[in-house]
Nanobody, 126 residues
Framework: QVQLVESGGGSVQAGGSLRLSCVAS????????MGWFRQAPGNEREGVAT????????YYADSVKGRFTISQDNAKNTLYLQMTSLKPEDSAMYYC???????????????????WGQGTQVTVSS
C-alpha cells in the first residue's frame, strides 16, 4: 500500500503562484509514475502533470504548459507541483496520484493511477 498526502493549496489572486507538495509513504519502492490531477465541481478528473520515476518522461496538460512544473525530491520522497501565473480556470481540488510497479507509461489519465491522496483545494480569484 502507498499513502499520499498533499499540501500547499490555498486561495490566491490570478497571476499568483502556489507550490503543492505530495509526500509518499508505505510501499513506495515500486512506484512507476506519480502525477497531479484536478477536479472542479461537476467535471471529470483531469490530468495536470505526470512524472516518470525512471526519468524517461514528463507530461503536461496543454492548459498548464509553461506555467506549471512537476518535480520530485527522491531524498524526501516528495512530489511537487510548482504553479505560476495561475488563472481562475485552474481552480479545483488537486490530487496527487501514483501507480504501482506494473505501470509501463505515465499518461495524463486518472484510471491508470491506483493510489490517491485526499486532495488539496486551489482557488484562484480574478
Amino acid at each position: 500500500q502507498v499513502q499520499l498526502v498533499e499540501s500547499g493549496g490555498g486561495s490566491v489572486q490570478a497571476g499568483g503562484s502556489l507550490r503543492l507538495s505530495c509526500v509518499a509513504s508505505g510501499n513506495t519502492y515500486g512506484i512507476r509514475c506519480m502525477g497531479w490531477f484536478r477536479q472542479a465541481p461537476g467535471n471529470e478528473r483531469e490530468g495536470v502533470a505526470t512524472f516518470s520515476t525512471g526519468g524517461h518522461s514528463i507530461y503536461y496538460a496543454d492548459s498548464v504548459k509553461g506555467r506549471f512544473t512537476i518535480s520530485q525530491d527522491n531524498a524526501k520522497n516528495t512530489l511537487y507541483l510548482q504553479m505560476t501565473s495561475l488563472k481562475p480556470e485552474d481552480s479545483a481540488m488537486y490530487y496527487c496520484a501514483s501507480t504501482g510497479p506494473a505501470a509501463v507509461d505515465c499518461p495524463l489519465s486518472a484510471p491508470y493511477y491506483g493510489y490517491w491522496g485526499q486532495g488539496t483545494q486551489v482557488t484562484v480569484s480574478s
